[in-house]
């Protein structure tokens, strides 16, 4: 196994939580864990990430992370609300400083009218910052790549969280 380039994403969020002596914890639904699998990546990430909730089905998102039913039933789990109920959760739920969560259709099959295949909702939550980003990577592609839109989205959440932390400098 080849360890990864030190200019990673990663490997950035874990030098800024460290910097304000912050947490993260995770809640992934459509990534699979990816985005805690990055963060793990670099050695000493247990100083910051606490860890994630991979929160595929609606019943976890809703039992465990406190997702109201009735968000699921009527926005859905793809959804603005579903990822920042899903951040806040994960976040009192380790009692971490910062959350990300994310959701979304990763394809091939899942789409639904007005919910294409590469829609994704990054929800960030912690001091100062609440916010939630709507993405459609590929859109218009004939052919979805699962594994890229999972890669899109990680990468994604780890900007986001970088950004929202080099602000806070």
Known sequence: MTQRDPGTPQRRVGELLRHHHATLAT?????????????????????YYLGGVIAYSNQVKEHTLGVQSEVLTTAGAVSQ??????????????????????????????????????LVYI???????????????EEGSHVPDREWNKILTARRALYALIEALEERA
């Open 123 to 137: 929800a960030l939550v912690g001091p100062g910052v609440e916010h939630c980003e709507r993405h459609v990577w």
């Open 81 to 118: 609300e579903a990822a920042l109920q899903m951040a806040h959760g994960v976040q009192h739920l380790l009692g971490a400083d910062y959350a990300l969560a994310v959701t979304g259709i990763a394809g091939p099959t899942g789409a639904t009218p007005g919910k294409p295949v590469g």
């Open 27 to 47: 809640a992934e639904s459509c990534t699979g864990g990816l985005i805690g699998s990055l963060l793990t990546d670099v050695s000493g990430s247990s100083d």
